[in-house]
């Protein structure tokens, strides 16, 4: 399943340098498919963290569970991080590996080319809930919200990146439905506890991405 992939900080920046105001529609999602365990990984965490300090974009770190077995168990890890990488598979034929870049649900590495996010999305935070906004477009989709940890150090022990500390930016710790869009304007309210998120709206649960933006 491993796959090196050379990385590219300026091909992602410049597929989307324009910044987004918090809260407001961004220019895209960018979806890093990783795990402590793999010791190609850790430059693809430092581009992600500096994506994420550019701002304007989505970023999402998941972490895969296959890797777990070389020695050490990622502490972010998750069955539903590696069935999203397969359903992704399955739509675009990237294959599975890490790292893994998916640029708006759709294109996998660094080729793709950013055609933008077709529909607005806008979040406000209320403290205590989130209202979301998206606008009108075609076809249909489904809202999620994507809660993440802004960012966390960890102190690797053993495996292929035993001794190092890497810092990881917007694990995903969740993601639910939080309402359904069919082209017309929909706005939504839902509960928030605070911490990082995000929402997006894809076509499926693995198809492209239509529109998203921060919790602010």
């Keep these: 399943m491993r796959k090196s992939l050379a990385f590219s900080f300026l091909a992602l920046t410049t597929l989307m340098s324009v910044h987004a105001l918090a ?12 795990s402590q365990g793999c010791s190609d990984c850790p430059p693809a965490d430092r581009t992600l963290g500096e994506i994420t300090n550019n701002g304007g974009v989505i970023t999402l770190a998941w972490h895969v569970d296959y ?3 070389l020695g050490w168990r990622d502490t972010f890890s998750s069955k539903s991080a590696t069935n999203r ?13 890490t790292p893994q870049f998916v640029v708006n649900g759709k294109s996998s590495g660094l080729g793709g080319q950013n055609d933008g996010l077709p529909v607005a999305v806008n979040v406000k935070n209320n403290g205590g809930s989130i209202s979301v906004s998206a606008g009108s ?3 249909s989709a489904s809202l999620y919200l994507v809660t993440y940890s802004n960012s966390s150090t960890v102190a690797i022990q053993r495996g292929e990146n035993r001794g190092k500390s890497v810092t990881y930016r917007h694990v995903v710790s969740g993601l639910r439905s939080i309402g359904s869009w069919n082209g017309s304007p929909v706005s939504v ?3 928030h506890s605070g911490g990082g998120c ?5 076509r499926g649960t693995n198809g492209p991405i239509l529109g998203a933006a921060s919790c602010g």
């Design 23 to 34: 809260g407001g529609p961004a220019n895209g999602v960018v979806e890093l498919f990783t």
């Design 67 to 69: 890797w777990d077995y």
């Design 198 to 202: 995000a929402v997006i709206l894809q």
């Design 189 to 191: 309210s839902v509960p």
């Design 137 to 139: 477009g075609s076809g």
């Design 85 to 97: 990488q397969e359903a992704y598979n399955r739509t675009i034929g990237a294959g599975v590996f």
